[in-house]
């Protein structure tokens, strides 16, 4: 099965600043056709979770701009340019690239 | 707008069944892959089963393999999640997911616990 390990689990963040989270896979993601299924989803408290970047980094209608992703391979990023209130939550990386099962990384909370 | 409805979820005792349903609206049903996504109070997200669009192929985690079935009723744009030998370990919120190459939209869940 394919692990992924978030990192940090934790982010204080200041409102205005940047703030990145990492998400490492034990193998690959690029699967037998060249496409890399690395997402990330929001959940904010009490919500459901929302996906806000997909195959790495394709922004989800309505995201905010300044929620980026990058990576490849093994090593991937979710970047928030500058820090709004309402960014407050829970960030997860999600792999389809190699299943069953499709994982999660175990959660990157964020907060102000 | 797409959207996923989950119910069923209710306090049951170990070892009882339980059988969740998931109503889908929005999108063309019966062409999508769907998920069941679980998460444990205070926990993280665990994925749970998945299904083809025709419900010809199924696949669980080891964790529910055996006890639970995952079905669908394209007719009725339905989910189904029948869980039997109910465990305390199986309590969480149960989202109905879309696979759209890949997870994108998700239900509200439904709660479910497992305790005597």
């Known amino acids: 099965d394919v692990v992924l390990t978030q990192s940090p689990l934790s982010l204080p963040v200041t409102l205005g600043q940047p703030a990145s989270i990492s998400c490492k896979s034990s193998q690959s993601l690029v699967d037998s056709n060249g496409n890399t299924y690395l997402h990330w989803f929001q959940q904010r408290p009490g919500q459901s979770p929302r996906r806000l970047i997909y195959?790495?980094?394709n922004r989800d209608s309505g995201v905010p701009d300044r929620f980026s992703g990058s990576g490849s391979g093994t090593d991937f990023t979710l970047k928030i340019s500058r820090v709004e209130a309402e960014d407050v939550g829970v960030y997860y990386c999600t792999q389809g690239s190699h299943w069953p099962p499709w994982t999660f990384g175990q959660g990157t909370k964020v907060e102000i | 707008e797409v959207q996923l409805v989950e119910s069923g979820g209710r306090l049951v005792q170990p070892g009882e069944s339980l059988r969740l349903s998931c109503e889908a609206s929005?999108?063309?049903?019966?062409?999508?892959?769907m998920q069941w996504v679980r998460q444990a109070p205070g926990k993280g997200l665990v994925w749970v089963s998945h299904?083809?669009?025709?419900?010809?192929?199924?696949t669980y985690a080891d964790s529910v393999r055996g006890r639970f079935t995952i079905s669908r009723d394209n007719a009725k744009n339905t989910l189904y999640l029948q869980m039997n030998s109910l465990r305390a370990e199986d309590t969480a919120t149960y989202y109905c997911?879309?696979?759209?190459?890949?997870?994108?939209?998700w239900g509200q869940g439904t709660l479910v616990t497992v305790s005597s």
């Open positions: 195959k790495v980094s």
């Open positions: 299904i083809n669009s025709d419900g010809s192929s199924t």
């Open positions: 997911v879309r696979d759209n190459w890949g997870i994108d939209y």
């Open positions: 929005g999108f063309t049903f019966s062409t999508y892959w």
